[in-house]
């Protein structure tokens, strides 16, 4: 992730990438799913697996501690959402559900919780991560959005 990681050119720090997200003119580009009151679901750009979401609040908070009642119902709200939507979509096996709070615990944007869904199939990974630090996804990342938004109307209210 080196546009996270490594100092920009200017030497001034990076924008939040979540912070533009959900003012995107175009959803299917900014890989924006859906649009709650208090948070959002957007495609990761960089999956763990095939149709791996982020829900994301919309206020820069970066732990679970500094969101509002409000806001947290709501983003818990937003994360069933977002697991129904993968479940109808693609039918997973499992899921991986969970957030990186603090950069040391692998969070690529720390000022910034998020939470991670990730669709897990029974022998869904390979040895490509392990030895080439490549992942093999099935599918495009603008034909996945095309198959989860199709479903989107399903989870919301």
């Known amino acids: 992730m080196p546009y996270i990681k ?3 050119e200017t030497g001034a720090k990076r924008a939040n990438p979540f912070l533009s997200i ?3 003119e175009n959803p299917k580009e900014a890989l924006l799913l859906y649009k709650g009151s208090k948070s959002f679901i957007v495609m990761n750009k960089f999956p763990y697996n095939a149709g791996h979401l982020l829900c994301i609040p919309y206020r820069e908070v970066g732990d679970l501690e500094d969101l509002e009642d409000e806001e947290y119902g709501d983003l818990c709200q937003t994360v ?10 693609l039918q997973p096996d499992a899921f991986n559900i969970g957030y990186n709070l603090g950069a040391s615990a692998g969070a690529g944007i720390p000022g910034h919780l998020h939470c991670h869904i990730v669709p897990r199939w029974s ?3 390979n040895f490509m991560p392990v ?3 490549t992942r093999v996804l099935p599918e495009a990342m603008a034909a996945m959005w095309e198959r989860l938004h199709q479903f989107v109307p399903q989870i919301e209210d």
């Open 6 to 8: 490594e100092p920009s």
């Open 22 to 24: 959900p003012h995107s």
């Open 80 to 89: 069933l959402k977002g697991k129904k939507l993968l479940r109808l979509a």
């Open 123 to 125: 022998g869904d990974t």
């Open 131 to 133: 030895i080439a630090g």
